[in-house]
């Protein structure tokens, strides 16, 4: 009777010992990062694995007087430390500088085992860190030199992200609403309690950010709302408004859908010579180290781009249930692929006349860095040529040198950007909790 | 057969192996039906519920085989019957799907399908041929009769 089960627990230790062969089963990426970026990106075929591949650095901070690495003819200074994951930026007109500071409000609910588990894993970055829900201003001290003021400007947020000035009110996206609160030039704490504008999808809050941009016209504000999942696996029913770029009238709070199957789009911003309206998108996970590349894309009016049913165009994603050859007929090939999990999380237009000519006209990325590639991708911030109002490329590595090279230790990681009235390139990085700000060598 | 068990004295491993056992067993039948159910409709509410039966079924499964070690190094050495090495053999390639199965439902929506769906097949299809050849060989729910020895 007993002598079976000798055998069976032998049989248990033969399978943690397969357990542990696959999970170091990871694939490695194989493709030339270079060809995945541009417009025409190099798609292997999609994999399905059975422990995705991971690999996250663990984040330190910044150590002393360590910084960034810029590139050549260009210097970074440290404006502000300290902060409570700073993700983004704007600059008010009086040079005061509003820092959001926020992270996701963590109340997906765990319905997975794997949710469990990942969880965990990507914590260990530091990007999980409680954000302040807060928004501070930096102020310029009266010398010059040195740290700049720091004042905490309005608290008790919800996971806020967008942050937008129009006239004298102030607009702040929280994950579930857009506030609007009446701005004071020169106050450090914000004294009006503030109303309500419109509400923002707020079920399940799997991507949470709320990207925001104003029109030239300043009659509508444009709001990046991504989706619910990575690939549908939560029921395509709580995707309702979700990776979509929303339109918002700023006059009533009315919105409606401006342009969907965005999977999630950031750094919403209008291209300054066309007027035309763009995103940054981070695109679907696991079905591959070279799988799919981020992009940078104009966004047209009604135009979908393809998420949950394919991607970069007619690539059809098998994972979603009932597929819909209709929808992925439709889909429109983003403009310009950024590279493979990269995490492009902050866009800028350079209108500036501080830095080298070369970057006048072109736009700035941050790449917030990958957490499901071998090696590391993103981490760092470049820039993308534009020739008649759309990137051309080559991209060139502006800001580098957030990560150890042995790609262990995390120092920083970009995420918001903004510029100041002197032409300087302010950076929220939400490991260091630091804000940079970079110009041209004195 | 009988008299290989002349006694009923009451084990605590024992206990707890019998009230464990067949836990496992039945919550991969579980994800099996779930798996078929979630294959044709596509409703995410049926993978996500086979993806916790197929965890929990090996997590439940680990304390059954700890009592086996027990037992091994311990208990007295017994007859071994071909029904129950061929037994064995069905369990170790069904904790080995289960624990594979447990990856593939990892994956996000429909990437779970079809591997998910053989993988249960083939679990709940080893332990239940496992369990139908071994009721062959025990005593108990059969009519015993009491033989005078």
């Known amino acids: 009777m007993y002598k079976h089960k000798q055998g069976r627990s032998r049989a248990l230790v033969t399978v943690a010992g397969l357990a542990l062969v696959l999970t170091a089963c990871g694939e490695k990426a194989r493709v030339d990062p270079s060809l995945q970026i541009g417009g025409n990106p190099t798609l292997p075929a999609s994999q399905d694995f059975l422990v995705p591949p991971m690999q996250v650095p663990k984040g330190v901070g910044w150590k002393g007087n360590a910084m960034p690495a810029v590139a050549p003819g260009l210097q ?26 926020s992270n996701g409000p963590g109340e997906e609910a ?60 102030l607009y702040v996206a929280n994950t579930g609403n857009i506030m609007k609160y009446k701005y004071t030039a020169g106050e450090t704490k914000m004294s009006d309690p503030g109303t309500e504008l419109a509400d923002l999808p707020n079920t399940v809050n799997h991507h949470w950010t709320k990207a925001m941009a104003v029109s030239p016209d300043g009659k509508k504000l444009y709001i990046g709302s991504g989706s619910n999942s990575n690939i549908g696996e939560n029921g395509l029913e709580v995707e309702y408004r979700r990776a979509a770029v929303l339109e918002v009238d700023i006059t009533n709070g009315a919105s409606r859908v401006f342009a969907s199957g965005i999977r999630n789009p950031t750094g919403l911003q209008f291209e300054p010579t066309t007027g035309k309206l763009f995103a940054i998108a981070n695109e679907r996970d696991e079905i591959g180290a070279d799988l799919v590349p981020d992009y940078l894309t104009s966004v047209q009016e009604k135009g979908f781009y393809g998420w949950p ?56 990325v941050s790449e917030h860095g990958s957490w499901d590639r071998t090696p590391l991708s993103g981490y760092q911030v470049v820039f993308v040529p534009f020739e008649n109002g759309m990137p051309k490329g080559p991209v060139q590595p502006v800001v580098t040198g957030f990560h150890s090279q042995d790609e262990k230790e995390l120092y920083g990681a970009p995420v918001g950007l903004a510029q100041d009235a002197d032409g300087g390139l302010l950076i929220a990085d939400d490991v260091g909790n630091v804000i940079w700000r970079v110009s041209s060598k004195q | 057969m009988k008299a290989d068990y002349p006694s009923a004295r009451f084990s605590l491993p024992s206990a707890i192996f019998t009230l464990l056992d067949p836990i496992p067993f039945g919550m991969f039948v579980g994800t099996l039906i779930f ?14 519920g086979a993806a916790w039966l197929v965890s929990m079924g090996l997590v439940f499964a680990i304390l059954p ?25 069905l369990n170790v390639v ?56």
């Open chain 2, 65 to 89: 085989q700890i009592i086996n070690l027990f037992m091994v190094f311990v208990g007295k050495t017994r007859v071994r019957t071909r029904g129950q090495v061929i037994n064995f053999w």
């Open chain 1, 110 to 169: 765990v319905t997975t085992p794997k949710q469990l588990i990942a969880g965990v894993v990507k914590n260990q970055s530091g990007k999980g860190a409680k954000g302040g829900n807060r928004i501070t201003l930096l102020r310029k001290k009266p010398g010059g030199t040195g740290e700049w003021e720091q004042h905490v400007y309005i608290e008790n947020l919800h996971s806020p992200f967008g942050v937008q000035l129009v006239g004298d009110s």
């Open chain 2, 94 to 149: 069904a904790i080995i799907a289960a624990l594979v199965n447990a990856f593939v439902h990892s994956r996000d929506a429909y990437a779970t399908m079809p591997d998910g769906l053989w993988l249960s097949i083939l679990t709940v299809l080893a332990m239940a041929i496992g369990r139908i050849i071994l009721s062959g060989e025990r005593i108990i729910y059969k009519d015993v009769t009491h033989v005078q020895a």
């Open chain 1, 309 to 364: 049913y394919s991607y970069y165009g007619q690539n059809v994603d098998r994972r979603v249930l009932k597929q819909r050859p209709d929808m992925v007929a439709k889909a429109i090939k983003p403009d310009f692929a950024m590279g493979s999990h990269v995490a492009v999380l902050g866009l800028w237009f350079y209108t500036g006349q501080n830095m080298a000519q070369k970057y006048k006209g072109g736009a700035f």
């Open chain 2, 35 to 48: 798996d078929i159910i979630y294959a044709k409709t596509g409703e995410i509410l049926w993978v996500k």
């Open chain 1, 76 to 101: 970074i200074e440290k404006i502000a430390s300290g902060l409570k994951h700073p993700r983004n930026v704007l600059v008010l007109p009086n040079q005061d500088v509003l820092v959001v500071e």
